[in-house]
């Protein structure tokens, strides 16, 4: 008998809600040359810092007005990025 697989749980920074890491999405901070792109991860094994959204507008903001993305990647967020995020969030509704 196959013993049942760990699903591997992650928190949104948005709703604080712990779900399961496939149902939400990774944005990444790459650490390279010292500056680091903020960047949608699709395939989620990119290097560098994480952080999970779910994939919704309203936790999607909610992050980004408390703050809580860039706090989760330790890096100031230029107010372009978090538009053409948005963008790649809404269009993965």
């Known amino acids: 008998m196959l013993k049942p697989r760990k699903v591997p749980m992650r928190m ?6 712990m779900k399961p890491k496939r149902e939400l999405l990774r944005i ?3 650490v390279q040359n010292g500056e680091g ?6 395939v989620g094994k990119a290097p560098g810092r994480g952080a999970y959204v ?8 909610k992050a980004q007005k408390a703050r809580q993305l860039e706090r989760a990647l330790e890096h ?5 990025v978090f538009k053409q995020l948005l963008e790649e969030i809404t269009a993965h509704e």
């Open 12 to 17: 949104c920074v948005g709703c604080r809600e």
């Open 28 to 30: 990444v901070r790459s």
């Open 37 to 42: 792109e903020v960047r949608w991860d699709p």
């Open 54 to 61: 779910c994939p919704d507008r309203i936790c999607f903001t």
């Open 76 to 80: 100031a967020i230029d107010p372009q």
